[in-house]
C-alpha cells in the first residue's frame, strides 16, 4: 500500500520568509515517482515538479526548491521569500510503476500574509 | 487551446437526482481519471481509463458510472445523488508507455453541491 504524510496542515508565514513543507512517503515499489502540487484559492491544480526514484539530487527552480531524501522517504519542497501570491494548498503526491494513478497526501495549507 | 475541460464548472442538484459531468482531453493522452476532493481537501483516485477500458475502480459505489466514448473523453455519470456525493470532482490525463509517469494534466474541476 502506498501512503503520502503530510504532517503540516496549515503554515502562517510572513511575507519573505523562508518556509517548509514537508512530506513523507511509504511505497513498497522500488520505481515510483513524487510530485508537488499547488491549489491556489481559484481552485485549480498547478504541477511543480517530478521526481523518480532514481534521482535523488536536490532540484530549484527560482524561489522553490525541493530535496529528495530515499533514506528517510521524504521528499520536502522549500519556499524562499515567500510572497502573498505562494498561499496555496500544497499537495505532494506518490505515483507507483503500475498504472499512474496518484496517492496524494492531505496537503498543506500555506497562507501568506503582508 | 484548454487542454482537459471540463462541464459545468458548477453543478448544484437535489438529494436522489442523476447527473453528468463531461470531461475532454485534446492533448492525445491515452489514459484519463477521475478525482474526487472533499470537503476536507482530501483528493483520492476514483477511476482510471487507458485506451477507453478501464483500469482502476477504487472502490466507488455502483451509483458512479464513468463512460468512455473515445480516447479523448471521460464522463462521469452519477445515479441518485446523496449529499456525501458533494465535493469538487477532478478530471485528468496522461499519457502512458515506456517513458511513463509524466505529469498528469487536470482540469478545472467540478463542483457538486447536493442539497
Known amino acids: 500500500a502506498q501512503k503520502v504524510t503530510q504532517a503540516q496542515t496549515e503554515i502562517s508565514v510572513v511575507e519573505k520568509e523562508d518556509v517548509t513543507l514537508d512530506c513523507v512517503y511509504e511505497?513498497?515499489?522500488?520505481?515510483?515517482?513524487l510530485f508537488w502540487y499547488k491549489q491556489p484559492p481559484s481552485g485549480e491544480l498547478v504541477f511543480l515538479i517530478r521526481r523518480n526514484s532514481f534521482d535523488e539530487q536536490n532540484e530549484i527552480s527560482g524561489r522553490y526548491s525541493w530535496n529528495f531524501q530515499k533514506s528517510t522517504s521524504s521528499f520536502n519542497f522549500t519556499i524562499t521569500a515567500s510572497q502573498v501570491v505562494d498561499s496555496a494548498v500544497y499537495f505532494c503526491?506518490?505515483?507507483?510503476?503500475?498504472?499512474?494513478?496518484?496517492?496524494f497526501g492531505k496537503g498543506t495549507m500555506l497562507l501568506v500574509s503582508p | 487551446d484548454t487542454a482537459v475541460s471540463q462541464t459545468p464548472k458548477y453543478l448544484v442538484t437535489q438529494m436522489g437526482n442523476d447527473k453528468s459531468i463531461k470531461c475532454e482531453q485534446n492533448?492525445?493522452?491515452?489514459?484519463m481519471y477521475w478525482y474526487k476532493q472533499d470537503s476536507k481537501k482530501f483528493l483520492k483516485i476514483m477511476f482510471s481509463y487507458n485506451n477507453k477500458e478501464l483500469i482502476i475502480n477504487e472502490t466507488v459505489p455502483n451509483r458512479f458510472s464513468p463512460k468512455s466514448p473515445d480516447k479523448a473523453h471521460l464522463n462521469l455519470h452519477i445515479n441518485s445523488l446523496e449529499l456525501g456525493d458533494s465535493a469538487v470532482y477532478f478530471c485528468?490525463?496522461?499519457?502512458?508507455?515506456?517513458?511513463?509517469?509524466?505529469?498528469?494534466?487536470f482540469g478545472p474541476g467540478t463542483r457538486l453541491t447536493v442539497l
Open positions: 492533448l492525445g493522452h491515452d489514459t
Open positions: 511505497t513498497r515499489d522500488t520505481t515510483y515517482y
Open positions: 503526491a506518490l505515483m507507483n510503476s503500475g498504472y499512474s494513478t496518484l496517492t
Open positions: 485528468a490525463s496522461s499519457q502512458l508507455g515506456l517513458a511513463s509517469h509524466n505529469e498528469q494534466f
